[in-house]
């Protein structure tokens, strides 16, 4: 099975095609059977996620301190795996008992328990869910995109080896950002598990979405020692050396490492308990879009309900950008101005050349640094880019 290697491969790729199932769809509680087999599912691959991320950081860790290991991509699990081959354990291990040698799942079919499609970029690698040998490949390979992402993304590939200061905060983001991802699948999966052993629900409707008070007031808590964690161990260092997501502001760093490791969390448990719920339908819906105008007026408006949100506001700086919620300071933020990621395009906006513009490759899913737009969700639709696009290439004029 391969793994992931690249920064191109995008977090927002995974999370965009899994979709929870709608309460409706599923009337009657799981079976004994479809329990136990979404518990080996469950375990098995929460499990793996687990051991992906320590093999990572071990690997980091390793790194860091070792002049010598500049070539290793450590966020490449294949080479990460060569620290420790537990990642391979896990993988055997999760297909033994889900349609393996120990299958747990037997007599069952994906469908039963509402595994339809294995989401892009995995339905590549496994394009069909017809047993459940291959709902462990997508689970597999969901699981392991995700941990490559976010590492990928936090931790980047720093020249090593690194001084005390900054190894000191590196460590600190790699440990904060893998117990946060470990905290969230732990506690969405132990609401989950109750929700469908007592109360016989098969949605993810009570246990997600802000539904699970408990859990997301425990995960609030955890990230709030995180930020701190990350506040004491990387203010003395020099952030420019480490290759991470956001070194220019303490607050952005906490922002863009513990944010993405609750959407991997998020994305795992969902991919653990339910892979693209869709059903196949013969039912064909027409939905009319009424697109801007390429103005900034149009474009702005845009980016405020696309990208803002909690990565892009006047105080959240996700990547050096923030202020796409505000008609001048976006402005200001995007065009002519440097990107902070480090790839070959200077500009985030370069007026008249949408092509050499670093925002409009990353909206494209197309950079090759830093992760995608809008992080965490499904890519804007066509016509939108169009619209941005068509605005940067008339001459990005504040119209």
Same mark, same amino acid.
């Not at 795996?81 to 990642?87: D, L, M, P, T």
């Given at each position: 099975?391969?793994?992931?290697?690249?920064?191109?491969?995008?977090?927002?790729?995974?999370?965009?095609?899994?979709?929870?199932?709608s309460p409706s769809a599923a009337p009657a509680a799981f079976s004994d059977a479809a329990l136990t087999c979404r518990?080996?599912?469950?375990?098995?691959?929460?499990?793996?996620?687990?051991?992906?991320?320590?093999?990572?950081?071990?690997?980091?860790?390793?790194?860091?301190?070792?002049?010598?290991?500049?070539?290793?991509?450590?966020?490449?699990?294949?080479?990460?795996?060569?620290?420790?081959?537990?990642?391979?354990?896990?993988?055997? @291990?999760?297909?033994?008992?889900? %349609?393996?040698?120990s299958d747990r799942c037997a007599g069952l079919i994906p469908a039963d328990l509402g595994y339809y499609n294995c989401?892009?970029?995995?339905?590549?690698?496994?394009?069909?869910?017809?047993?459940?040998?291959?709902?462990?490949?997508?689970?597999?390979?969901?699981?392991?995109?995700?941990?490559?992402?976010?590492?990928?993304?936090?931790?980047?590939?720093?020249?090593?080896?690194?001084?005390?200061?900054?190894?000191?905060?590196?460590?600190?983001?790699? @440990?904060?950002?893998?117990?946060?991802?470990?905290?969230?699948?732990?506690?969405?999966?132990?609401?989950?598990?109750?929700?469908?052993?007592? %109360?016989?629900?098969?949605?993810?409707?009570?246990?997600?979405?802000?539904?699970?008070?408990?859990?997301?007031?425990?995960?609030?808590?955890?990230?709030?020692?995180?930020?701190?964690?990350?506040?004491?161990?990387?203010?003395?260092?020099?952030?420019?050396?480490? *290759?991470?997501?956001?070194?220019t502001l303490i607050s952005g760093l906490q922002a863009c490492v513990l944010g993405s490791a609750e959407s991997a969390?998020?994305?795992?448990?969902?991919?653990?308990?339910?892979?693209?719920?869709?059903?196949?339908?013969?039912?064909?819906?027409?939905?009319?879009?009424?697109?801007?105008?390429?103005?900034?007026?149009?474009?702005?408006?845009?980016?405020?309900?696309?990208?803002?949100?909690?990565?892009?506001?006047?105080?959240?700086?996700? %990547?050096?950008?923030?202020?796409?919620?505000?008609? *001048?300071?976006?402005?200001?933020?995007?065009?002519?101005?440097?990107?902070?990621?480090?790839?070959?395009?200077?500009?985030?906006?370069?007026?008249?050349?949408?092509?050499?513009?670093?925002?409009?490759?990353?909206?494209?899913?197309?950079?090759?640094?830093?992760?995608?737009?809008?992080?965490?969700?499904?890519?804007?639709?066509?016509?939108?880019?169009?619209?941005?696009?068509?605005?940067?290439?008339?001459?990005?004029?504040?119209?």
């Open positions: 099975m391969s793994t992931p290697t690249t920064r191109s491969i995008a977090h927002a790729l995974i999370a965009a095609a899994i979709v929870a199932a518990a080996a599912i469950s375990r098995g691959g929460s499990k793996l996620a687990t051991t992906a991320y320590k093999t990572v950081a071990t690997c980091h860790k390793q790194r860091d301190r070792d002049a010598g290991a500049a070539g290793t991509d450590c966020n490449d699990i294949s080479q990460a795996g060569a620290v420790k081959q537990q990642v391979a354990g896990a993988v055997a @291990k999760l297909a033994s008992s889900v %349609g393996g040698a989401p892009a970029p995995c339905d590549v690698e496994v394009p069909a869910l017809t047993t459940f040998s291959d709902v462990a490949d997508c689970v597999s390979c969901v699981v392991q995109e995700q941990v490559s992402t976010i590492t990928t993304d936090a931790l980047g590939s720093p020249v090593p080896a690194l001084d005390a200061a900054d190894g000191k905060c590196h460590s600190a983001l790699s @440990k904060t950002q893998g117990k946060q991802f470990g905290a969230v699948l732990k506690t969405r999966n132990k609401c989950q598990d109750n929700a469908e052993k007592r %109360g016989g629900v098969e949605d993810l409707s009570s246990c997600t979405g802000g539904a699970d008070t408990a859990g997301d007031a425990k995960i609030g808590t955890g990230r709030a020692k995180a930020e701190a964690s990350i506040a004491s161990a990387c203010q003395p260092a020099d952030r420019g050396n480490l *290759d991470t997501c956001d070194p969390g998020e994305t795992v448990f969902e991919a653990l308990r339910t892979l693209d719920t869709a059903a196949p339908t013969t039912t064909t819906t027409t939905t009319t879009t009424t697109l801007p105008p390429a103005t900034w007026t149009g474009v702005q408006s845009l980016l405020a309900a696309r990208c803002a949100g909690s990565c892009h506001t006047g105080s959240s700086v996700s %990547g050096g950008l923030g202020g796409l919620d505000d008609y *001048d300071a976006g402005y200001t933020n995007l065009v002519n101005a440097n990107t902070a990621c480090g790839g070959s395009l200077a500009k985030r906006v370069l007026p008249g050349d949408s092509a050499s513009s670093f925002m409009m490759h990353k909206l494209d899913w197309t950079q090759d640094c830093g992760s995608t737009m809008p992080f965490g969700g499904a890519k804007l639709p066509a016509g939108e880019r169009d619209v941005i696009r068509a605005w940067i290439d008339a001459g990005a004029l504040k119209n």
